[in-house]
């Protein structure tokens, strides 16, 4: 064989071991957009399931105000300073979202724990 004939030979087998790496490198970031689209679309349904959860939240607090103020209509007398506070607590509280801000520290776990198993 010519020393020509080996050098295109040496070429081809180059040119066909680098289109085998391209091959392999193009196949990984496929692979890496791929999860991070599937995270993002988990993201917008965790937050989809957020923002329901708060409206859901906001309105069982008015369904309760609406409640109390019939049961104290329709008894007849003012309900106690104690039960009066206690709601107006609630009202804080649930108006201070700590449901949202559990639920979110539940999804921000549940993302670190998908990324940290997929990367190892």
């Given at each position: ?85 206690a709601a107006d607590q609630a009202k804080a509280t649930v108006e201070g979202r ?23």
């Amino acid at each position: 064989m010519s020393t020509h004939a080996q050098t295109a030979q040496q070429l081809r087998e180059e040119i066909d071991a680098t289109l085998s790496e391209l091959g392999a490198t193009v196949e990984e970031l496929a692979a890496k957009t791929a999860i991070k689209a599937r995270l993002h679309d988990q993201v917008e349904h965790v937050k989809g399931d957020l923002e329901h959860t708060r409206d859901l939240i906001a309105d069982r607090r008015r369904d309760l105000a609406d409640r109390r103020r019939q049961i104290a209509r329709h008894a007849g007398y003012a309900i106690s300073d104690t039960v009066t506070d206690a709601a107006d607590q609630a009202k804080a509280t649930v108006e201070g979202r700590p449901a949202a801000a559990v639920i979110g520290a539940a999804v921000l776990l549940l993302v670190a724990w998908t990324l940290a198993r997929r990367t190892s």
